[in-house]
């Protein structure tokens, strides 16, 4: 029996008075790769939020390798190594690519060590190191954004739609890098509306609809139930 | 899997988790603000009625009225101060929904824009 390296008890939250999250709960264990599907607008951005620390649950727990830490600030989580990839692009537009690179040295690596790293991973990032953030295609976006995640050494890693807006082709080798991080023993959270992308990747699946986590299980066979899913609940809003 | 789970870095987040300092916070932290604030008002009113009805009718005592006077002030400063903070902490959590839906829409509008270019 290990002890989960995250963990949802629950979990009620939203904005303001209104409710999102109508008691979710989850369970990441160490090495795992979930994947957290479900329609437009089901709660699977604001799950995130609660799990980085961004958005405080009205009720529940969130509890990081056993220790409940529900109402900890982003920061300390960032600190603590859960490190988020949020949905669109998570890049400074204004700044150039080694400039945002060198905002994730705040986890105390260095520069030179997080430029190294991104430009392995990314060769084609190297060549546009001068180039302002904003001007680099959707999926450079989304790499720089990943790299410099990979950069600060995290223990959990959460992904929001990183399919949001891409090619499939760009989608494709993203997820492509998401499963060499997994099988260096990674532990990933996965969000993502379109299924396909993530489902090859990961270990263990759930489908979310209202803001309720409605089935978790294999992969393959959520994948099954995926599209009733997705058409009941288009049906039923 | 168990390689994983007994990694240096899985380790390093244990003792880091470990540190952390958990301050609490809240999911709508106006709510104490508002419900403080709510209190005072019934208190304020409590206390200007019990002035008038219990110390200052029943009895012709200047003495007593006189802190009746006394107690229907105070009555009178809790309703105020009441309602200031329930006021503000209201209009807080209002302001507070009112930006995070803009700063939503402006995204959206943003990302279409995007999308048509």
């Given at each position: 029996m290990t002890t989960p390296l995250l963990e949802l008890r629950n979990v009620r939250a939203g904005y303001g008075t209104i409710d999102v999250l109508h008691g979710v709960s989850l369970v990441v264990e160490p090495g795992q790769v979930y994947a957290l599907l479900g329609p437009n607008g089901a709660g699977k951005t604001t799950t995130m939020g609660v799990c980085s620390g961004q958005i405080v649950p009205s009720a529940g727990q969130l509890v990081l390798h056993g220790r409940e830490v529900t109402g900890i600030g982003s920061d300390a989580l960032a600190r603590a190594g859960v490190c988020l990839v949020p949905e669109g692009r998570g890049v400074f537009?204004?700044?150039t690519v080694a400039e945002n690179l060198r905002m994730?040295?705040?986890?105390?690596?260095?520069y030179s060590a997080v430029l190294d790293k991104a430009f392995t991973q990314f060769p084609q990032l190297a060549a546009r190191?001068?180039?302002?953030?904003?001007?680099?295609s959707g999926g450079e976006q989304q790499m720089l954004s990943m790299s410099r995640a990979m950069a600060t050494e995290p223990a959990l890693l959460l992904l929001d739609e990183?399919?949001?807006?891409?090619?499939p082709i760009i989608v494709e080798e993203l997820y492509g890098r998401v499963a060499e991080l997994a099988r260096g023993g990674l532990s990933i959270l996965i969000v993502e509306q379109f299924a396909q992308a993530v489902l090859g990747v990961s270990t263990v699946a759930s489908i979310m609809l209202h803001g309720r986590i409605t089935r978790t299980g294999p992969p393959h066979e959520v994948a099954e139930e995926l599209a009733a899913a997705y058409l009941g609940a288009a049906t039923h809003t | 899997m168990s390689e994983t789970i007994s990694s240096p870095r899985l380790q390093q987040f244990q003792a880091e988790v470990d540190q952390l300092?958990?301050?609490?916070?809240?999911?709508?932290?106006?709510r104490v603000g508002q419900t403080i604030g709510g209190v005072a008002i019934v208190i304020g009113l409590a206390l200007g009625i019990y002035a008038y009805?219990?110390?200052?009718?029943?009895?012709?005592n200047p003495l007593q009225q006189g802190d009746a006077t006394v107690v229907g002030l105070l009555g009178v400063s809790f309703t105020v101060v009441g309602t200031g903070l329930f006021v503000v902490f209201s209009l807080t959590r209002y302001f507070r929904y009112w930006l995070v839906r803009l700063i939503y829409e402006q995204r959206e509008q943003t990302d279409q824009l995007a999308q048509r270019g």
């Open positions: 537009p204004n700044l994730a040295t705040y986890a105390g690596v260095p190191r001068r180039q302002l953030a904003g001007t680099l990183l399919s949001m807006g891409l090619a | 300092r958990v301050t609490g916070g809240r999911a709508n932290p106006e009805f219990g110390l200052s009718h029943p009895t012709s």
